[in-house]
């Protein structure tokens, strides 16, 4: 388990975009090859981008929100293609709200847009909800294995550390439990692509593709769950 961010350390990945390492275990957020280039093509290209004919309201779900990059982007992308999204993020280790406003991703995502989440984000974490005129977000202060919906989701982001630094992010349970959350048709997409995370997916009946990965990675996943299971 990953324990709480008191040893964070803010770095600058290839593309100029920031991410954050923890000491503790020595993993990165993000690909240090480009947080911003790894977050546009595996959650916004792989992942928004191919929902077929959106519905209007997006029921997006993140596990693991940590930056709010993934967020921001959706933000963005909900303004762009005039889609509403309902985001719901996961994340039982939120950064330091101090730690936030230090992340140059205005750069990346429209100067207002991040600033006007970085001053929202302590009232996020307790319990408010941020809105811009299509995109509505809301942080659960929850591991995933604890939290509970009544609602599934169109779009899932799944955004955990590698196996190598939490294993149970990727075990039987967990995997089991996200894709409980997929509403049927519904899509998830990750970064991780290792043979026995994608056969769990297939042996619950969901489908999963390779799809080329970010610079630095070869492959990514994208898991689709039928209509019909
Ligand atoms: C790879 S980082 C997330 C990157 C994040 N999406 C971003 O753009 O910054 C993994 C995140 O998962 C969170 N996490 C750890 N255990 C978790 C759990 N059991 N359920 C949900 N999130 C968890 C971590 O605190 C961390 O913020």
Redesign the pocket.
Known sequence: M?PTLAHTTLVLTHDGSHSLRNETTGEH??SIFGAYTE?VHVFVDAGLKSLLSPPNNIRLL?????????LLLAAQFAAQQNTSIVYSG????PIDPEVQNMLNYGGFVGRDLFASYATSYPKLLAGECWKTPLFEANIVQK???DFESDRAFDLI?Y???SPSS?AD?WDEASIAKVASLLAPGGVLVTYCIRGYIRRQFIALGLQAEKLAGPPGKREMMRITKPKHV
């Open positions: 990953i957020y993000h977050s993140e596990v693991g929100v940590g930056t709010g990059l993934n996961l994340e039982p280790y591991a995933l294995l982001f955004d955990a550390f939490q992010m």
